[in-house]
């Protein structure tokens, strides 16, 4: 069954010039199953909430497909298409940020991640997750793009909407901080009996 | 802080993304990357987020693609029947105005010619079916000039009553 026949038959038939979708059903699925889980990965990372994750990668992927240009940034290449999903993911994780809350997402816990896996995984886990925590959101955000999603200066850019120039001395002073938390981490890990 | 940037460094990046580092990566930049603070860092820090990901990614729970296309779909009509409805809701405001306008000029002329059926209306609570031939021949149909203030008038009566009952069930 296609997903146009879930839709309502007399909705549907009112206005059928409105039921037009700029992309494909079967592209976009293909493109959810490449691009859905390391977005998910970097809004879970970056916002250190699964849940809230979850939300924001529906929200993400429905403004996507709401945009006029879906169909257009394909034609560009996935490449561009997952930039600029990753674009909403961003401004969507700011506007999060922006609003008023109750707690601060620096407090919330890590334990999230805490799911049972190997010995090396759990290692790794228990390094980068604190050290993650103590770092501001934006320092996250442009942690992950450049050394989990490789993203090169100008990508980077383009997504967080920060100035190109700026970002290499920006990803610098992130990357010396975090692997300083990494490196204190790691001797009082190897301190513990 | 100062920036201290290292010739390596953009070697050392390219070799990280793409898998090669340790096993395929000649023992002297292993070397140069265990003194290079620079590099140092890139390398535990790209190891460190290379493996998050790997975690992180494998943990994602994915939802079916049907429903966001689904709810997208929802989205772009409801969207777009709400930019239909807005010159709509422009031209009843103007019709709403026509109709005053109209209903403040029938009134104007009316109070101008002198409310002819006035004495019509006074006397008709002693008999409206004995009266109802003088208020037509007071009226004065035939004239020209008055069934071209009825029409528009009744006109702008139905219209008005109209655009009520739209706005009633509107609301409802």
Redesign the interface.
């Known amino acids: 069954m296609s ?2 026949v ?2 309502p038959n007399g ?1 549907a038939g009112e ?1 059928p010039y ?2 037009e ?1 700029p992309m494909d ?1 079967e592209i ?2 293909g493109f ?2 490449r691009s ?3 977005l ?2 970097y809004l ?2 970056v916002s250190s909430d699964p849940a809230l994750a ?1 939300d924001l990668m ?1 929200e993400s ?2 403004r996507f ?2 945009s006029s240009a879906p169909e257009q940034l394909l034609a560009e290449g996935e490449v561009a298409a997952r930039r600029y999903l990753f674009r909403i993911a961003t401004n969507l994780l700011r506007d999060h940020w922006r609003r008023p809350r109750a707690s601060s997402i620096d407090e919330l816990p890590e334990e999230f ?1 805490a ?1 049972p ?1 190997t010995a ?2 759990a290692d ?2 228990a ?2 997750g604190p ?2 925590a103590l770092m501001r959101p934006r320092d996250r955000q442009l ?2 793009l450049a ?4 993203y090169s200066h100008h990508e980077i850019a383009q997504i967080t909407g920060l100035a190109s120039a700026s970002i ?2 920006l990803l ?2 992130a ?2 901080k ?2 300083g938390l ?2 204190k981490q790691s001797t009082t890990q190897g301190r513990k009996p | 802080m100062i920036l201290r940037s290292c010739a390596h460094e953009k070697e050392v990046a390219a070799l990280l993304a793409s898998g090669a580092w340790p096993h395929a990566v000649a023992s002297d930049l292993q070397a140069h990357a265990a003194a290079c603070r620079t590099c140092a860092d890139l390398v535990l820090v790209s190891k460190a987020f290379q493996a998050a990901r790997a975690r992180s990614t494998a943990a994602a729970p994915l939802h079916s693609p049907g429903t966001l296309w689904w709810r997208a779909q929802l989205r772009r009509r409801n969207a777009a029947v709400e930019r239909v409805g807005k010159p709509l809701l422009g031209a009843q405001i103007f019709a709403l105005v026509l109709n005053l306008l109209l209903v403040a000029g029938f009134l104007v002329a009316q109070a101008r010619s002198g409310l002819s059926w006035l004495p019509w209306l006074q006397q008709l609570p002693q008999s409206a079916l004995l009266y109802i031939q003088g208020f037509i021949a007071s009226t004065d149909f035939t004239s020209a000039s008055s069934l071209a203030v009825l029409i528009p008038a009744l006109a702008t009566l139905a219209i008005l009553s109209g655009v009520l009952v739209y706005f009633a069930s509107e609301k409802n």
């Open positions: 997903w146009e879930a839709i909705f206005t409105i039921a979708m059903t976009f699925a959810y199953s859905a889980r390391p998910w990965a879970a990372r979850d529906q992927y429905l497909l709401c991640f799911a896996g090396a995984q790794s886990q390094v980068l050290a993650l942690l992950w050394h989990a999603e490789g290499r001395l610098f002073r990357r010396h975090i692997a990494l490196r």
